[in-house]
């Protein structure tokens, strides 16, 4: 296939094929759910920003979002605060992992939203005055991005809960540094809540593609939050979405994106299209094997890479 193909006719069952040939990984075990994951699900999708959707075969598989829902729950928190998040957390990408115990040195804040810390912030940031009422507020926004009402698994935001004991220790640290202004543990109940919003890859596609689109959603033609708000988020998912692997990331693929423990990426192509993929076995820095692969022939196949001159 050639660069600057178009979208809507890329063969996605070919690409799912070709990546399949791809081993190696692991999948993540924090929770059970996850640690039963089908190892060899593949799921891929495209939305463009004109709304057209492009599908594989399994891209109606469901799983839980986890660390793909950053970008949303920023978003949000910028729209819901009136931009005062830009205040709350930093933008600086840490060079550590996703669940590192550190703050930004000097302010107590957490160095950006796509870290486990950031995501603890943003999600007790957005409208709501109780843990009920902010999960209420994040899935009706969440829905929004995706274009279809989306629910939590209460099993999975249990176990994430009582599980995630480096995301109480990140809870408590912000409100010891004055941070974090929301009880400790329903902070992390919330964030929990949202890493266990279930979706499938067009769900994750749409999401991202409304982010490309400028903040509406190209499917439903629906606006969830202002381009300036879009901007704003795919930039910090450009420095910071894929943890420690940032910089590796957008020299190779050069598409702003977001990876998770579930083994989904959502990309997000801005003027152009939103991507995701899933695929459980993860490389040591947290990033789909596949999902990795599937990114980088993407981006050259349809001349995404943000700094290439194809497109
Ligand atoms: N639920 C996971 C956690 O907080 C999400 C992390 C991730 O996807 N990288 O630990």
């Known amino acids: 296939m050639s660069a600057a193909t178009d979208p809507r006719l890329y063969d996605l069952d070919d690409l799912r094929e070709r990546a399949e040939r791809e081993n190696g990984g692991v999948v993540d075990e924090s929770i ?5 994951a089908d190892p060899d699900l593949l799921g891929i ?3 463009t920003v004109g709304g057209h959707i492009v599908r594989s075969a399994q891209s109606d598989a469901r799983f839980s979002i986890q660390s793909a829902v950053k970008p949303f729950l920023f978003a949000l928190a910028l729209h819901d605060t009136g931009g005062e998040a830009l205040d709350r957390v930093g933008i600086e990408p840490t060079g550590e992992a996703f669940d590192a115990i550190k703050l ?4 107590g804040r957490p160095p950006n939203p796509m870290v486990n810390a950031g995501a603890l912030l943003t999600a007790s940031l957005v409208d709501g005055d109780d843990a009920d009422a902010r999960t209420e507020r994040i899935l009706a926004g969440l829905s929004a991005f995706a274009g279809r009402d989306l629910r939590f698994d209460e099993e999975v935001a249990d176990e994430e809960h009582v599980l995630g004991d480096r995301n109480h220790a990140l809870a408590h640290l912000m409100r010891a540094e004055g941070t974090l202004r929301v009880g400790a543990d329903e902070a992390v109940a919330v964030y929990a809540r949202a890493c266990a919003v279930m979706v499938d890859a067009v769900d994750l596609a749409t999401m991202g593609a409304t982010l490309a689109n400028g903040g509406r959603n190209p499917v439903i033609g629906e606006r969830v939050v202002s381009a300036a708000i879009a901007r704003d988020v795919v930039s910090v998912m450009a420095t910071c979405g894929v943890y420690d692997g940032s910089g590796r990331w957008m020299r190779e693929v050069g598409v702003p994106a977001k990876s998770s423990v579930s083994g989904a990426i959502v ?8 991507a995701a993929v899933i695929s459980p076995p993860l490389d040591e820095r ?10 980088d022939a993407l981006s ?10 194809l497109r």
């Open 32 to 36: 059970p759910q996850l640690a039963d």
């Open 45 to 47: 999708a495209l939305v």
């Open 104 to 107: 930004e040195t000097g302010t």
């Open 267 to 274: 990309l997000s192509a801005p003027g152009v299209l939103g």
């Open 286 to 295: 947290g990033t789909s094997v596949r999902g990795h692969a599937v990114s």
């Open 300 to 309: 050259r196949d349809l001349g995404l890479h943000a700094f290439g001159t």
